[in-house]
């Protein structure tokens, strides 16, 4: 299964803590915002689909640490995305550049609430249809 | 000119930075975690003016550092109020506990838009009337 | 199996994001936070082991959502610890105030360094002995 | 006075709370980036710096916030540096693309320890010799 996305940022100084590697819920934010940019691309985004009535909700997130990121790396994130009925799966890694050093991986569980309440998740499906596994 | 709010918190370990000490950016965050919680006290909250269509927009900070704080200190932030017109001037101090460390002051300036516009500030006056300087 | 750590706190309202709840990165930053609270209580901190030449890692997160988090909300924060040969599992959950509302939980997988190699965390289960299951 | 530094990023997701903006604070994580991605291109960075035994300590910060950001924006951030004997001040903007919207404008002003003592800054004055105004 192939990556359908990614991007490519620098890890930003204050993101560092006091142990001096990137702090592990930073990594989250790293995940969030390749979906979002993601989304974007794909033609969506999580605006519009607020304004559809459409809102997409965090459920689960597993995320295994490898190798911890500090100052001045340089970070390639790609995901992937499955369908599992109305259950959409964000499998997300993270590596370090430029050797390309695996740093984490996860994965990322979405459902869509329809109005206030769960959706099969079809209308997703849809703006996802070329893309998704 | 006497302080009309005080709280006590913990630094926590995720908000020092590879410096060892507490990000510069995390100042502002206890400055507005002070405010907020002063307003509960004062008897509002920013919910409740957006609810009235009163919009509070921070216009400027100004911050001094003084004292680092890093991992395990406890802080005791201090605010007090004044009003220049339109303008809301709240006066922050952070001190480091026990000993009272000064550790950084500032200044807030916020104004209250009112449907969108810039408002005299009439209302929040008579919110914080008890408090104000 | 019971809790034997739990700590009680507000959310910030900086912590929420534009889709009107806690941000799902703050509750790494909320366990992180109910972790070292624990461990001071516990008679250690990282600070302590880290001069020791201990250096506790976080290896694996899993976090389940269940509800969301807002505006003026207070939560209970609470943990137990289960060991599995050289891991440390942290179970935690979150569950918002006053009626106990289950906010999330989560299995935070601590593996623990000595002098940059995995050890078998003898050292760290011993300053645990009273509180691991 | 021109600037001398400038770079472009966009906004992310999880930077704009709950009144629909780019947190306060953000924009303080915002000059920061910039002034070590400065700091990098001016071929000194702030882990070199600390490996001399420098120590650049950010002493005040003064902020205007003019317009807010949202959701999606692209902004621009630029800076100038002057030196007032001891005292280098970073003049930092940014705006918001594609229109140059003027966004907020700050003085960031950092001193040099040396060896834990504030020190005259011409050590930090010779790396920016090229620079600064």
């Known amino acids: 299964m192939a990556y359908i996305f990614e991007t490519v940022f620098p890890v930003r ?9 990137v702090n ?17 691309e794909a033609g969506t985004s999580f605006r519009e689909m607020q304004q559809k009535g459409l809102d997409p909700v965090l459920r689960k997130v597993e ?10 790396d ?3 994130s ?21 050797e390309l050093t695996p740093v984490c991986r ?3 569980t979405i459902v869509c609430l329809e109005n206030k309440r769960l959706s ?14």
């Open 13 to 21: 100084d204050y993101e560092v803590d006091s142990q001096g590697i």
């Open 24 to 40: 592990n819920a930073i990594y989250l934010h790293y995940f969030e915002h390749t979906r979002h940019l993601f989304c974007q």
């Open 63 to 72: 995320i295994e640490y490898l190798t911890p990121l500090t100052l001045g």
């Open 74 to 76: 340089e970070i390639l």
């Open 78 to 98: 790609r995901l992937k995305l499955t369908r599992q009925g109305p259950r959409f799966v964000f499998h997300q890694e993270i590596f370090r550049l430029p």
């Open 106 to 108: 996860g994965e990322c």
């Open 120 to 133: 099969r998740g079809d209308i997703l499906a849809e703006a996802f249809a070329d893309v998704i596994s």
